[in-house]
């Protein structure tokens, strides 16, 4: 393999970090058997491995490999837990302002590396061993902004991205074997991803094919597998985006019989949320469980490339919950119109009251304004104007079942329980707890369990 660096510096870690040498661990075993990932699983387990694990990796009849259950697991028992194999920055607007590292916020000014490899990173984390390789490559590629200073300073979200991915290079051997394990999806806007990301250096190894096909299929693997978790640093949350192996290879269920939840960003721990019998595939959830079945399937679609074909997604009605309704448009009428087909993204929308159709396109603008009009409150208002725009004024466009509203509800008891420490009036605290009702209401007619945002919100978990 051509070396992508023709005079690298060299690395201040153990061994030889260029990318050449790095790339060469890349084992080509893309098409692993369940056995062999069960056992690069098992290495990367480390002492979280169990003695006598309920679950095991098997072909699955849903898609690929999948995780079973090795006996009758009850609902809220342990699964598993694992740590992450690489993490990174999300790169996501309002996520910029946090170290790379320690994930403590950054001061206002002067919070990229001070080395130049224009990665916002603190003073401490700047000389740490953690950093260092990745220091090197970026300025080895000589990032284009390495000379902005003062006003000029700002995060590249797009060359940030792409960080996660250098420090799979960096990963030992079996670690990359794991990576190269892992499904990648080829998808063009990935691609895309690494071009723009390339077009932030002024020496990025571009005509390097070897080098270019790994990251893409590294690229692949992160956007196929990795999580969005949550880390909470001196009083703040950054979320990470992490590669969780094993949390991964479970497939989606959109009400699934397990649930996951991260400690710190680092740790992924899953639980079942109900009973699953001895053989049962365990499943997960890669969407929000209370988004109507459409919102869900599109979300599926556009970021990983399949259509859902579980028990949920062929109810019209969502185990009677009507996430998905809206209101009828005829006249006189306030029935609520569902879509009439399943698995389609496109739909025709019938009223349950005056049976009326509607075409997808004049739902789907009703859809798009009650979730606009409610975003931007959400955005923007106390929690008070929060509770009284639920009340008062959302009715009037919008069913009560609906999961946009559903959601901005959820977004009060979010506030008033984590982040906004402020009194409430007991009148306040009642609606909280009407809310909270309801939600719990609906996750139980969904047959969702002691899934991870029932734990939330009744603050079994932090
Ligand atoms: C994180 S991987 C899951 C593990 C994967 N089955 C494997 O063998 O590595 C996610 C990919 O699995 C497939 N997948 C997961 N759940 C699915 C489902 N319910 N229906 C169809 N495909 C699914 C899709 O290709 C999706 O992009």
Same mark, same amino acid.
């Given at each position: 393999? /051509?070396?992508?660096?023709?005079?690298?510096? /060299?690395?201040?870690?153990?061994?030889?970090?260029?990318? $050449?040498?790095?790339?060469?661990?890349?084992?080509?075993?893309?098409?692993?058997?369940?056995?062999?990932?069960?056992?690069?699983?098992?290495?990367?387990?480390?002492?979280?491995?169990?003695?006598?694990?309920?679950?095991?990796?098997?072909?699955?009849?849903?898609?690929?490999?999948?995780?079973?259950?090795?006996?009758?697991?009850?609902?809220?028992?342990?699964?598993?837990?694992?740590?992450?194999?690489?993490?990174?920055?999300?790169?996501?607007?309002?996520?910029?302002? /946090?170290?790379?590292?320690?994930?403590?916020?950054?001061?206002?000014?002067?919070?990229?590396?001070?080395?130049?490899?224009?990665?916002?990173?603190?003073?401490?984390?700047?000389?740490?061993?953690?950093?260092?390789?990745?220091?090197?490559?970026?300025?080895?590629?000589?990032?284009?902004?390495?000379?902005?200073?003062?006003?000029?300073?700002?995060?590249?979200?797009?060359?940030?991205?792409?960080?996660?991915?250098?420090?799979?290079?960096?990963?030992?051997?079996?670690?990359?074997?794991?990576?190269? &394990?892992?499904? $990648?999806?080829?998808? %063009?806007?990935?691609?895309?991803?690494?071009?723009?990301?390339?077009?932030?250096?002024?020496?990025?190894?571009?005509?390097?094919?070897?080098?270019?096909?790994?990251?893409?299929?590294?690229?692949?693997?992160?956007?196929?597998?990795?999580?969005?978790?949550?880390?909470?640093?001196?009083?703040?949350?950054?979320?990470?985006?992490?590669?969780?192996?094993?949390?991964?290879?479970?497939?989606?269920?959109?009400?699934?019989?397990?649930?996951?939840?991260?400690?710190?960003?680092?740790?992924?721990?899953?639980? &079942?949320?109900?009973?699953?019998?001895?053989?049962?595939?365990?499943?997960?959830?890669?969407?929000?469980?209370?988004?109507?079945?459409?919102?869900?399937?599109?979300?599926?679609?556009?970021?990983?490339?399949?259509?859902?074909?579980?028990?949920?997604?062929?109810?019209?009605?969502?185990?009677?919950?009507?996430?998905?309704?809206?209101?009828?448009?005829?006249?006189?009428? %306030?029935?609520?119109?569902?879509?009439?087909?399943?698995?389609?993204?496109?739909?025709?929308?019938?009223?349950?009251?005056?049976?009326?159709?509607?075409?997808?396109?004049?739902?789907?603008?009703?859809?798009?304004?009650?979730?606009?009009?409610?975003?931007?409150?959400?955005?923007?208002?106390?929690?008070?104007?929060?509770?009284?725009?639920?009340?008062?004024?959302?009715?009037?466009?919008?069913?009560? /079942?609906?999961?946009?509203?559903?959601? $901005?509800?959820?977004?009060?008891?979010?506030?008033?329980?984590?982040?906004?420490?402020?009194?409430?009036?007991?009148?306040?605290?009642?609606?909280?707890?009407?809310?909270?009702?309801?939600?719990?209401?609906?996750?139980?007619?969904?047959?969702?369990?002691?899934?991870?945002?029932?734990?939330?919100?009744?603050?079994?978990?932090?």
């Amino acid at each position: 393999m /051509s070396n992508p660096d023709p005079d690298p510096p /060299s690395p201040r870690g153990a061994g030889d970090t260029t990318l $050449a040498a790095l790339g060469a661990h890349m084992a080509p075993c893309r098409n692993t058997t369940p056995e062999q990932l069960a056992q690069l699983i098992d290495a990367h387990l480390g002492d979280l491995r169990q003695e006598q694990p309920n679950w095991t990796i098997s072909s699955s009849k849903v898609a690929g490999r999948g995780v079973f259950a090795t006996r009758d697991i009850a609902a809220g028992e342990l699964i598993f837990q694992e740590r992450a194999l690489v993490t990174g920055p999300t790169a996501r607007k309002g996520q910029l302002s /946090s170290c790379i590292c320690c994930h403590e916020t950054l001061p206002q000014k002067g919070f990229l590396c001070r080395h130049r490899c224009t990665l916002p990173v603190c003073e401490s984390c700047a000389d740490s061993e953690e950093h260092q390789a990745e220091c090197e490559h970026f300025r080895r590629w000589q990032p284009m902004d390495a000379d902005a200073e003062g006003e000029q300073e700002q995060v590249n979200p797009l060359s940030l991205r792409i960080l996660t991915a250098v420090r799979v290079f960096h990963l030992g051997k079996e670690q990359r074997h794991l990576v190269d &394990a892992m499904q $990648a999806n080829a998808e %063009r806007a990935y691609r895309r991803e690494i071009i723009k990301a390339a077009q932030c250096f002024r020496n990025f190894p571009t005509t390097d094919r070897v080098f270019m096909d790994q990251l893409f299929r590294i690229v692949g693997v992160l956007n196929t597998n990795a999580f969005e978790a949550p880390c909470r640093t001196g009083g703040h949350e950054t979320l990470l985006r992490g590669l969780f192996p094993l949390t991964a290879i479970m497939n989606h269920e959109c009400t699934p019989n397990a649930s996951h939840y991260f400690e710190n960003g680092r740790l992924a721990v899953v639980r &079942a949320a109900r009973d699953i019998p001895r053989g049962g595939e365990i499943t997960t959830t890669y969407t929000k469980i209370l988004w109507g079945n459409l919102t869900r399937n599109i979300f599926l679609k556009m970021t990983k490339h399949f259509a859902c074909d579980c028990a949920r997604c062929h109810d019209n009605t969502e185990n009677g919950t009507y996430l998905s309704a809206l209101f009828c448009r005829e006249q006189g009428c %306030r029935g609520l119109v569902i879509p009439v087909q399943t698995r389609t993204l496109q739909p025709d929308w019938r009223c349950i009251t005056c049976e009326n159709v509607f075409p997808h396109a004049k739902m789907a603008k009703y859809q798009d304004f009650a979730l606009n009009t409610i975003n931007n409150r959400i955005n923007s208002c106390s929690v008070q104007d929060m509770i009284h725009f639920i009340n008062e004024l959302c009715p009037r466009f919008c069913p009560s /079942s609906n999961y946009v509203l559903i959601e $901005a509800k959820l977004n009060v008891i979010w506030r008033m329980t984590r982040f906004d420490r402020e009194e409430y009036s007991p009148e306040e605290m009642g609606h909280m707890d009407r809310y909270r009702e309801e939600v719990l209401a609906i996750l139980h007619k969904l047959g969702a369990g002691e899934c991870t945002l029932k734990k939330l919100i009744t603050g079994e978990i932090q």
